[in-house]
């Protein structure tokens, strides 16, 4: 089946630096998303993205497809981006989607 | 306006008791998803449905869960009875359209003791 791997698995930065998150797949998908669960453990839909570039605010994504990767960047780091976040993606239109295993970002003030 | 609703936000319970755990998905989504998340397995889909009909169970551990959706509204995700290996956190999530933006509820935290 289709491998979602998310790199790093733990980042810690100080407020006001900038990140970057990847997201690899192994195969076509025809939906991509971001997702970031806070440290209450809330999950919120950051990016619904298969291929492109989205933005908003001090976040953005983009999906090159065609070479099987997505990119999240954080610009401006506060504490409130502390939690984990998740690239998720669904291969065939089966509405399975395949979880990765998440980045866990700590943000120090 | 308001996203998904969970109830109850936290559930402790002893083994064999039935649980019931409740959803109202974003008004206009039609379709609904209830995932559970461990520690161990992460993020696992349950269940979803289209337009309250259920569409693909698979997810379903076992027997013991069983879930419904009487209208566009209003779902119950049902565990009967309970054992320890349930607890986890339980997530109602609503969309429009497919699987195109997932919304999140806050979950509802099962503790069988």
Redesign the interface.
């Known amino acids: 089946g289709i491998q979602v791997e998310q790199s790093p698995p733990d980042l810690i930065l100080q407020e006001g630096a900038n990140s970057t998150l990847r997201c690899n797949f192994s195969d076509s998908v025809n939906n991509l998303q971001w997702f970031h669960q806070n440290p209450w453990g809330q999950l919120i839909n950051l990016f619904y993205i298969p291929s492109g570039t989205k933005q908003n605010g001090r976040l953005s994504a983009t999906t090159v497809a065609t070479e099987r990767y997505s990119l999240l960047y954080i610009s401006s780091s506060q504490t409130t981006d502390s939690g984990v976040y998740f690239c998720a993606v669904e291969m065939r239109r089966n509405y399975q989607l395949i979880w990765g295993a998440g980045t866990k970002l700590i943000i120090k003030p | 306006d308001a996203g998904v609703i969970q109830s109850p936000r936290h559930e402790v319970t002893e083994m064999g008791q039935e649980v019931t755990l409740r959803c109202k998905p974003i008004s206009g989504h039609d379709?609904l998803?209830w995932y559970r998340q461990t520690m161990m397995r992460?993020?696992e889909?349950l269940i979803?449905f289209n337009n309250n009909v259920p569409?693909?169970d698979s997810g379903m551990p076992e027997d013991r869960f069983s879930a419904k959706m009487p209208n566009a509204s209003f779902s119950t995700l049902k565990i009967q009875p309970s054992e320890p290996r349930d607890s986890a956190?339980y997530?109602c999530?609503s969309s429009f359209g497919?699987?195109?933006?997932?919304?999140?509820g806050?979950?509802s935290?099962l503790t069988v003791l």
């Open positions: 379709y998803f992460g993020l889909l979803y569409i693909d956190v997530f999530a497919g699987l195109r933006e997932l919304f999140f806050e979950g935290r």
